[in-house]
């Protein structure tokens, strides 16, 4: 029995909402579109955050998704998930580890500090293989290949919003992953 594109693509949408309430029981918080090809994780919510308001809905947010668009990515190429759950405990290795198996991006940044040391927990074989230390310690600005993903740390990019030089190393980071296909 043969199954048409379309019931092909309802099965895989059915698939990864499973996923995504089952990482959401346990903990997980998103925003976003779950079939992005960039992946956000955020360690330190904001006080917006902590209180209701989705994640990256800030100014953060909103200058990642700007420079984004200034990269060529569609603007609603972008997911964000938080390193913590609600009560701010980290979620785990695995947890994060699985939830970016199930949004499945080809490319994967750090936020903030915390948000690196959860992935480097979360692929510490992948990491510890690299032949570079940079790359091994996800020093930020270092795009790393883990998994056929691009992996890099920002190195704390809402607190670069508030200074100019901090903002053009972040632009400059953020440069080293343009879109992968033709640019939109």
Do not use: H
Request: glycine content about 8%.
């Amino acid at each position: 029995m043969s199954i048409s594109r379309g019931e092909r693509r309802d099965l895989y949408v059915a698939k990864v909402r499973a996923d995504l309430a089952s990482l959401a029981a346990r903990g997980l918080i998103t925003s976003g579109n779950a079939f992005s090809s960039v992946v956000f994780v955020k360690g330190l919510p904001n006080e917006a955050e902590r209180t209701g308001a989705a994640l990256l809905s800030g100014e953060d947010g909103k200058a990642l998704r700007a420079a984004l668009g200034a990269l060529g990515y569609a603007p609603e190429d972008w997911c964000a998930v938080a390193s913590c759950d609600a009560e701010g405990a980290p979620l785990g290795a695995a947890l994060l580890r699985e939830a970016v198996c199930a949004l499945d991006p080809a490319t994967l940044l750090a936020c903030d500090e915390p948000a690196a040391q959860a992935l480097r927990e979360a692929y510490a074989t992948e990491l510890a293989a690299q032949e570079d230390f940079d790359a091994a310690m996800l020093t930020p600005g270092q795009v790393v290949r883990i998994l056929g993903m691009r992996v890099m740390a920002l190195g704390g990019f809402e607190a670069a919003l508030a200074d100019p030089r901090a903002k053009q190393v972040m632009w400059a980071r953020l440069k080293q992953v343009p879109p992968l296909g033709e640019p939109y």
